[in-house]
Structures are given as C-alpha cells and as structure tokens.
C-alpha cells in the first residue's frame, strides 16, 4: 500500500514554520522527543519509545564454527525489519531502499566501532564461538528511525545475558541459567546515533526530525558517537553540501545529546536490574499502564427485579426447620479436633476391624472431653464441659 | 420496536445485540393505528424482521423516527453525498486522481468545477487539496469526486488556497465539529479568528493570521479528541489566556 502523499500546502507551511523556528510539536531546534526505554522479560528484550516512533530490539545468542579467516573471534549479526506495522509504505518481505540503508548504517555504527569485545566470545578457538544475533523490530514509524534503532541495539546488548561455559581439557560444558547464572556481554563502550536534518540547502538544521519533517528535508546528517567524545561513525545523505562548520558544530550537538541518552540508557539498565533483584515482575505486559477508558461505569443501574421477591419468599417458604445442634467437638489427641462422628464406610471391606476401631475412639474421646486444648467455638466447649 | 429503541438511547451498544417487533399485548380499540416506522443510520442493520447492530457506541436518536449507532473510528469509509478533503496525486488527460484516505485513489473529472469547459480548465496541480463531494460511492465501484452540486455551483467546495496547514483528527471529532450547535466550534470561536476546512475523512485544514497560532489550532483540536468537555474548556481558556 502506498503511503500518504505530501500536498504541497503542507510542505509550504513546514517550510515557512521551520524558518520561523517553530517545529509542528512546538519542541525547539535541538530538543529530542520523549524518550522511553522498557525491558521485556527475557534478558536481551529491549522496547524504545521516541515520541511516537516504537522500535523492538531482541538479542540471542548460539554457538557456531568461527570464520576462517578471524578463528578466535566471535561473530555479530545485526538485522534491522521494517514491520508493516510500522507504516503503510513497507511492504513485508521486500526490501526496500531504506531498509538497506538503515542495515548499513547499523552495521557500521555497532560492528566496526568495536565496541563489543569479540574475542571474549570465542569458546573454542577455530572450532565454537558464540555468534550474538540483534534482531530490531520496527513497530512505528514517526522519524527518525535510526536513533531509536541504534538505542535500541545498544541498550539490548547491555541487557543480554550468555550462557555461562565451562571447559576442562577437551569437554566444553554449555551451563543452562538454572544451573549457573548467565554472564553479561563485555562492552567497551555503547555508540548512540544522533540524526540531523538540514533545509533549504544547509540553511536550517533540525535535531531528531518526526516524520513529516523528514519528508521535506533536503539532507540527513547522521553521527554515531559515545559519551567519551569518539565519533564512531558519521554519515551524510541527500547529496547536501555542508560547510565544516556546520559539520563541527552538529559534532558538539551530538556529544551533549550522547551523553544526556547514556544517562537515561544507564539509568533505565539500573532500575531495571533493581527490579529483577526483588523479584518484583517485569517486563513488556506490566510495564503498559492501564489506560482503560472502556470500563463501563454508571451512576445508577437498572436490575432485574420483579421476580425475585417472590423467588426469596417461597425459598424461605419452603425451607426446613433449623437444623440441630452440631454435636460437640471431642479431643482424640492433643491439637487434632473432631466433630462428628463422619460416614459409614461404604466399601464392605473389613467391617470387623473398623467396628473395633470406632468403638475404640468413642471411648478416647469421652475420657478426653475434660482436657480440651483450643478451640473454636468456645460456645461448645462450656456445653462439653457442662455435660461432663 | 419504536419504544424499545427510544428506551435505549444514550446506551451502549455492541455488535450482536438486537431489537425485534414485540407482539402486541393491547389492541387497540380507538382505530387502525399506524405502524410506527422506524429510519435506521449507519450502524443499524435490518435482517427479517429484526434490527441488529453492526458497531459498536452508543444509540443517538433525531426527532422524529431516526436511530442511529455513535461509533468511533479513524479508516474513513467514502459515502455519497459527504464532503472530503483529497490530495491530488495523478493528473493525466481528462481526470485527476485524488487521494482522500481510502482503500482507492478517487477520480475526479476536471470538468465538474465551476465554470470549466474543455477551454477553460481548472488550474488544478499535483499536490493540491481539493474540497469535494463523493458522486458514487459504494464498495464496487471506483469512487468519483466532484467539486459541484447538483445545480453546478461550486458551494464552497475547490481548490483549497495556499498557506494552512493540513492535519488528521478522528472521525467522530469531525463529526462533531460539524453538527450544528457545536461546542466544540463555538469554543474554537473563543480563541482567534482562523479559516477551518472540515473534511468528513477525518482531515482538517486550518489557518490563521500567523505560523503560531495556526500550530496551536491544530495541536489543539488533535488533543482535545479524548478530553471530555469541562478538560477541553479548561484547555482552551489556558490557552486564550496565553499560557501555551
């Protein structure tokens, strides 16, 4: 299905807004939308929220033979999917422009920054290595996909826990989580990727663009960069012609922008290991409010209640006199209680023995009437003591 | 069946639930007496001699005899006689191809404008809004637009002019917006003179005198669709007071 097309009155007007420094959410050039992170319940499900834009990353982990050329390494496979769900312009199996663009950019900012240590990941060397497979779902698309895939990504790997392995000598032991806790991935450090759009050729520059503001853009700047101040990867599409300035300045943007993500990124990380620790539950299902504006409420209701005084009346009617006193509850042993005497057995089985046995407790529990230990109903005890 | 709906109005109402002829218990003696007739609107659905609803909202009715089902919903479902707001997105020979939101893109002719002949055509490019009524539209058909009524006068409908912004609200909001003593509106009115273009598609086109306040017009109408009445008249006199 296609997607929406942009009426020239709508461009016009962004344009005109953008120039007068005003953005259609009313956010100023360099703020970043509403960001949330939330964990799933497995270790490595990480969701991102970025305004409206909904982004899914899921980390797992599996033991494969090494690449030949690099034996005591171990692999990552990085997969950005554009869900259907995420907009009416993908399509589901194909694979369009973007979504090869948004890979790529992936790769380069995750993999050849080097900021896992590969070659902890080696089990054995020219034989097993773990290879870690992120997997980033896109759910909505409202701009600026590549932030939130990036956040994502990182943050899931942060999340991740392997398996823990044993080797002694030539056996290699693959522990489960019940038998040995998992370990976390070694990080080195965690790139964040920060967009940049440009308009009216490199004259106006917007931070985190929201999708209408994408579709009239001119350029995209991208720059991956972590909280020491390493650019890890930078990037420039749309064929726009940026002064040095420009690009050194947006580079400054970045890194206060970097830094202030890590913060949250490490803060949700913390909360959530917290979380865990107590036991308490997590995950995708609890962390959704409850925003239930279908639950049905109403000042007054009407009953049905024409026949039911007549249905209590010929209850009460027909119901029998009370019954008796429930006999007095006797003392076999010290801390059992018996009321009653129960049923007769209907098995027909050893109907000598279980005479005797009856017999037998009827005479315990008389002589033990008077050492009453406690009780319940108090009403009954001063009955047994009064009969006695 | 008259009664039983009237009874209900202002319920809720899910899919499944149904009303039939109740057997008349008196007959009356006065004379013949009318059979009551009942008009059904969208969500009502006649099957036999039963009325089942098809959506779920609440039941509304208009005097004298006219039931309907409040649904809420965003997918706009073209239907003759209403007036949406289409993007031009093909222009090829005798038709433009408009696109109004729905599962096809709509055809409209470029002679059903005022005053144009084949001379004389309508300056109509890619891209524009146009502000249009549905000729024929059922669920067979390709849907066809046009930009005049039945007498050939263009009654406000067109090519919508430059500047304003184009935003999406839900259905029912445009449905209120619409009806002819609208709170909504006349709060609206409250706040600062602007130009509104109210398509039944969901799509609303706003301007005012400067850039600002024609962003605070759209945000706000794109928020107060869940607010109840007292939240969206507490919302609005912040704003006419100058906080936002």
Redesign the interface.
């Known amino acids: 299905m296609k997607d929406t097309p942009l009426s020239n009155c709508e461009r016009d007007f962004l344009l005109k807004a953008i120039e007068e420094k005003k953005r259609l959410d009313g956010r100023q050039t360099y703020d970043y939308r509403k960001m949330k992170i939330t964990f799933g319940t497995d270790y490595g499900c990480c969701f991102v929220d970025l305004g409206k834009t909904r982004v899914m990353a899921q980390v797992s982990c599996e033991l494969v033979a090494p690449k030949e050329s690099r034996p005591n390494e171990g692999i990552m496979f990085f997969n950005i999917e554009l869900s259907p769900m995420a907009s009416p312009a993908f399509e589901q199996g194909r694979q369009s422009e973007l979504s090869v663009k948004l890979n790529r950019q992936l790769e380069r900012c995750l993999r050849n920054s080097k900021c896992i240590d590969t070659e902890s990941l080696c089990v054995v060397s020219g034989e097993k290595v773990w290879q870690i497979r992120v997997d980033v779902h896109l759910l909505n698309h409202d701009g600026n996909l590549m932030d939130a895939a990036s956040i994502a990504a990182i943050t899931a790997l942060c999340h991740f826990r392997r398996p823990d392995v044993g080797i002694q000598g030539d056996e290699v032991t693959v522990y489960s989580p019940e038998e040995r806790d998992p370990i976390p991935l070694s990080i080195y450090h965690m790139p964040i990727s920060v967009s940049f759009s440009f308009f009216q050729q490199g004259t106006y520059l917007l931070v985190d663009p929201c999708e209408r503001e994408e579709r009239v853009m001119d350029g995209l700047l991208m720059i991956a960069m972590n909280k020491h101040r390493e650019i890890c990867s930078i990037q420039s599409s749309g064929g726009i012609m940026l002064l040095k300035e420009q690009v050194m300045r947006c580079s400054k943007i970045a890194s206060v922008k970097v830094s202030e993500i890590t913060e949250l990124l490490n803060k949700a990380l913390v909360n959530d290991k917290k979380a865990r620790k107590e036991g308490g539950r997590c995950g995708f299902a609890e962390s959704l409010p409850q925003e239930r504006i279908t639950a049905l409420k109403m000042e007054e209701t009407s009953v049905e209640m024409t026949d039911a005084t007549e249905r209590a009346k010929d209850i009460v009617q027909k119901a029998d006199a009370r019954p008796q006193k429930v006999p007095s509850p006797v003392v076999p042993v010290p801390g059992v209680g018996q009321v009653g005497q129960g049923l007769q057995n209907t098995w027909g089985l050893e109907e000598d023995e279980d005479d005797e046995e009856e017999a037998e407790e009827c005479d315990s529990g008389e002589e033990q009437e008077e050492a009453v230990t406690k009780m319940e109903e108090e009403r009954h005890e001063k009955e047994a003591s009064g009969e006695v | 069946m008259f009664s039983s709906l009237k009874e209900r109005t202002g319920e ?1 109402l899910l899919p499944g639930d149904e009303f039939s002829f109740e057997a008349e218990d008196t007959i009356s003696l006065a004379g013949p007496v009318k059979p009551e007739k009942v008009v059904c609107g969208p969500g009502l659905r006649r099957s036999g001699d039963r009325l089942l609803v098809c959506k779920s909202g609440v039941l509304r009715h208009k005097q004298p005899n006219m039931f309907w089902v409040d649904s809420q919903q965003r997918r706009y479902v073209p239907a003759k006689g209403e007036t949406v707001i289409g ?1 031009v ?1 093909v222009k090829s020979g005798d038709v433009f191809k408009v ?1 109004f ?1 729905g599962s096809e893109q709509a055809s409209l002719s470029y002679l059903a404008f005022e005053g144009s002949t084949k001379r004389n055509r309508p300056n109509v ?1 890619v ?3 146009v502000f249009s009524q549905f000729l024929i539209a059922n669920q067979d058909m390709e849907p066809e637009l046009v930009c005049i009524d039945g007498s050939g006068r263009a009654n406000g409908m067109g090519v ?1 002019g ?5 935003f999406t609200v839900s259905l029912g909001l445009v449905r209120r917006l619409l009806s002819p003593h609208s709170e909504v509106r006349s709060d609206l009115q409250q706040l600062f003179p602007c130009e509104l273009v109210v398509g039944m598609n969901g799509r609303l ?1 706003a301007k005012a005198s400067t ?2 306040q ?2 605070i017009i ?2 706000l109408l794109q928020s107060c669709d ?1 607010m109840t009445a007292q939240q969206r008249r507490a919302l609005f006199r912040r704003v006419a007071q100058g906080a ?1």
């Open positions: 809720v993007i997105t696109d939101g490019q891209g524009d809004l919508i430059g500047g304003g912004l184009l086109w850039v600002q024609t962003l759209s945000n869940t936002l």
